[in-house]
């Protein structure tokens, strides 16, 4: 059973590990430049290391079937049977320069604070060797960004930036919904008329009168403007609202500016118009 699982998870590791890896270099530009993406070369690493250690691992399971067979058929060199653990020792014990407990006497400092005592341990060989690893990554980190100008965080914002100013342009194109005030017109289509009407009686009216004669608002059919005629000024007042204290809020928090702009063109359609109970000109005579 055993058996089963190992080879089901070793099988599906070999077939996974590259797909993985096309995966990834898919999702780049230039998936093989390791210093802009270290990731696939660390997927690769990993693969190869993996397979370099199950084929170890192989000769090592042969290599004691065989011994142990041959203790069965009576061959009688006997090598000892936990070579693998020796070796492991050995490696570990190159890399971190330990001591054993039994030779400890070798290095112990002869001071002692209470009874604590210290040993003289040099600094293990895994530590130093990543430390001096830190500092060739400093160096070429250092001449890469900072003596040779490479991609660095501004360069990369930069880019962004301005990736995302087309992207935003090109959304405008196509978005017709979005307006302001440098790209709104004049609109004349029924359809719009009628939505701006609507807008109009609904947010609007209370105090500009249904037929735009005004009350506590100005009239908005003569020809004279507090805050300037046109398509522009009339939806740049109605997004921002008026004067301060006079009590027309800015819309923009309340309207699409879709809406601003077809209800400011139904506010212009309303121009020349005779409403019910006028209210007097307010501001100057505006001409385009
Ligand atoms: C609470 C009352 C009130 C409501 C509701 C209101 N307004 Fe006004 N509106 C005013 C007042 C008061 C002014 C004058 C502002 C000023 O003098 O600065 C004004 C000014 C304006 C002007 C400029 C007129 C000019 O002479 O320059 C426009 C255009 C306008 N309103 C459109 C609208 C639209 C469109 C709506 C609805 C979305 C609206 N208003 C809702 C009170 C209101």
Redesign the pocket.
Known sequence: MKKYIIAIVSVSFIFFMPYLATEISESYNEPYNFLENPLPWLVITTFLLVLLMLAWLLIVVLKKVQLLEDEKNGVTEKTPHNNFGVWVNQILQKWTKSKDIDEEEEIILDHNYDGIKELDNSLPPWWVYMFYATIIFAVVYLVRFHVFDGENQIHEYNTAVAEAKANLEKYKETATDLVDVSTVTLLTDEKDLKRGKA??NL??A???LPDGGGS?????TDE??????GIK??FT??SN???DG????A?DK??KPID?AK??S??VSLQGTTPANPKKP??DIWKE
């Open positions: 807008i109009y947010n609007c209370a105090c500009h506590i608002g100005p009239n908005l004279n403007w507090i805050l300037g005629g000024n009339i007042t109605v609202g008026g004067r006079k009590g027309m809020v819309w309340i309207l601003i209800v400011s139904y506010i307010e501001g």
